[in-house]
């Protein structure tokens, strides 16, 4: 079955973007520009900051313990990045 949504997601994605929902709506973003934030920027951007999961665990959303693993590894990832950087 075609999905619309997910097509532009997948040629957004081809273009070197992400798209994200926010509170609002849908956004699409140069990715490139989109991982040069903060840490906790990305992180509450993609709604996976460690309160939202936690609060998701607490609330018996198991999903919510993927986000915290995804909040762990943005944050390794963005701590190994800043030391390659430094080389």
Request: proline fraction near 1%.
């Amino acid at each position: 079955m075609k999905n619309q949504l997910l097509d532009d997601i997948d040629k957004a994605k081809a273009e070197g973007k992400i798209t994200i929902m926010t509170a609002t709506d849908i956004r699409t973003y140069d990715i490139a520009d989109f991982i040069k934030q903060p840490t906790s920027g990305i992180l509450y951007d993609l709604n996976r900051d460690y309160a939202t999961a936690a609060h998701r665990i607490t609330q018996g959303d198991v999903r919510g313990v993927n986000d915290y693993a995804t909040a762990v590894t943005i944050e390794a990832l963005k701590a190994r990045i800043a030391e390659l950087e430094k080389q």
